[in-house]
């Protein structure tokens, strides 16, 4: 290189062997942040083959855009994956076969989809995946053996989401293949798609030779990664207002759209709503569910008269009944 472009071009100073570092920032965490999450919430790192094969991509249903490639290393290993999940969970059958009861395992890496143009690279994109099996703890005196579920692993999510774990929002997922369909969520971050929680489809979970109940979650990482810097806010002087309703709606409205209801319609003077009690059976409707939540009120310049507290029930009935269909108990 030297004799091409001349020794004169060569610069006289030696390489110093500095390593310069990159600056980190609050708007995204590392990789090694999620990493120590999981590992601290009792996951273990698994790193397998971005290479499947064509016939458990088909079982899972995640086939669509799947790249083949033209000098496999194996018949088993023909094809670029288009999820984490099938992977990871071949990984938890080998740890089951071999007498491991609870096994708990994540990876981080990249999915492959064939382009819309032909001759152009796949398109790539960075996943985060972990699945769970067996008791929910480890063995121990103090607590009562119990499965892992549904919401220990949405727990785990909101664990990861950090500070984003306001703006997760969940919903019933349809039209996933590999989930079970009333015990899964398609989530969303701040209104744009993360990816989904849930139970394995108990087809999917016979045709793998799965026994017990398996938990998984698929998660695209570049938007799990994102955070909003945060903004210190005024903290009220005056009093905050608690009051409790209780309403009836449709067994199968999720809360989510209740919550969602109450805060645009009234906006920043509901300061917190909590669910304490759901109630469906003797008294009530079939198909009809009885939920109870408390709503906190509280202004930034004032103390909430009476006279304001019945108005913003009044309007947070009222938006219930047009969003959701509720009505009061």
Known sequence: MARIHGYDAVPAALPAGEIPLADHTETRAPEAFLRRQLAARGFHEAINFAFVDAALLQRWGLEAGAVALLNPLASDLGTMRTGLLPGLVEAIRRNLARQQTRVRLFEIGRVFHAPATAGAAPIETRRIAFAATGSAKA??????????????????????????????????????????????????????????????????????????????????????????????????????????????????????????SLRTTLGPLLREVQLFDRYAGKGLETGVKSLAMGLILQEVSRTLTDSDVEAAVQSALAGLARDCGARLR
């Open 139 to 260: 063995e121990q005196w103090g607590v009562a053996s119990r499965g892992v579920d549904f919401y220990d692993l949405k727990g785990d999510l909101e664990a990861l989401a950090g500070p984003a774990a306001d703006a997760l929002a969940f919903a019933p997922a349809a039209g996933v293949p590999w989930l079970h369909p009333g015990r899964s969520a398609a989530v969303t971050l701040g209104g744009e798609p993360l990816g989904f929680v849930g139970h394995l489809h108990p087809a999917l979970a016979k045709a793998l030779d799965l026994d017990g109940e398996l938990v998984v979650a698929e998660l695209d990482l570049a938007r799990l990664e994102a955070r909003s810097v945060p903004k210190a806010g005024e903290l009220s002087r005056f009093p905050s207002v608690r009051r409790d309703l209780a309403v009836l709606v449709a067994d199968d409205m999720p809360w989510s759209r209740l919550e969602a």
